[in-house]
């Protein structure tokens, strides 16, 4: 009934810029927050960004001061830049959202995960 699609990924050299995108369709009454994760190879899933319904934000200590999340009500989508990109910044990015669906229901939803590789 709901699901988010993340687009924008792809390969970046060290100390390059990137902008993810992800939007929100389906059932959808409301959404509060929405985020997003990261998972390196051999590492645990870790928060880059959040940002409330009401456009605060939370940065991930590893990121802050690199990366920006803004959010699109209208349009449910949440997006990511990033810049200065360092090779450890290679890892499978996932968007989620906390959605209330037209039945009232609430539930974190997460993304299908894109692949950010940063190498030279």
């Known amino acids: 009934q709901v699901q988010l699609v993340e687009s924008g990924a792809g390969a970046v050299q060290p100390g390059g810029s990137l902008r993810l995108s992800c939007t929100a369709s389906?059932?959808?009454?409301?959404?509060?927050?929405m985020g997003w994760y990261r998972q390196g190879p051999g590492k645990e899933r870790e928060l880059v960004a959040s940002?409330?319904?009401?456009?605060?934000?939370n940065y991930g200590a590893s990121v802050k001061g690199r990366s920006t999340i803004s959010r699109d009500n209208a349009k449910k989508m949440v997006y990511l830049e990033m810049n200065s990109l360092k090779p450890e910044d290679t890892a499978v990015y996932c968007c989620?959202?906390?959605?209330?669906?037209?039945?009232?229901?609430?539930?974190?939803?997460w993304g299908q995960g894109t692949q950010v590789t940063v190498s030279s």
């Open positions: 989620n959202a906390a959605v209330v669906d037209t039945n009232g229901y609430r539930k974190l939803y």
């Open positions: 940002i409330t319904s009401g456009g605060s934000t």
């Open positions: 389906g059932s959808i009454f409301s959404i509060g927050a």
